[in-house]
């Protein structure tokens, strides 16, 4: 059974920092591709970034140079380092994987960027 939990979402101040954490489990975590996706309130969900099995990150432009992606395999979790905040990043960011043909979601964890 394949579960991802996240945490780490708060209310921060525009230029503040923020770091989120996935918690993976009933997958072999070394080898898959984890993505950060976020929904902000009317919009379609985005994918933020991706940290693939072989150790390679991308991100979205809209985050790049402020957001970094990492993963410990000891611990099963893939995290996201948020810079530099700024108001449009506000969204319910969600961890996604896809394994064994499925795409499976965290249950998501609201950041809220505002003074």
């Known amino acids: 059974q394949v579960q991802l939990v996240e945490s780490g979402g708060a209310l921060v101040q525009p230029g503040g920092s923020l770091r989120l954490s996935c918690a993976a489990s009933?997958?072999?975590?070394?080898?898959?591709?984890m993505n950060w996706y976020r929904q902000a309130p009317g919009k379609q969900r985005e994918l933020v970034a991706t940290?693939?099995?072989?150790?390679?990150?991308n991100y979205a432009d809209t985050v790049k140079g402020r957001f970094a992606i990492s993963s410990d395999n000891a611990k099963r979790t893939v995290y996201l380092q948020m810079n530099s905040l700024k108001p449009e990043d506000t969204a319910v960011y969600y961890c996604?994987?896809?394994?064994?043909?499925?795409?499976?979601w965290g249950q998501g964890t609201q950041v809220t960027v505002s003074s």
């Open positions: 996604n994987t896809n394994w064994a043909g499925a795409a499976y």
């Open positions: 009933g997958i072999i975590f070394t080898f898959t591709t």
């Open positions: 940290f693939t099995g072989s150790g390679i990150t």
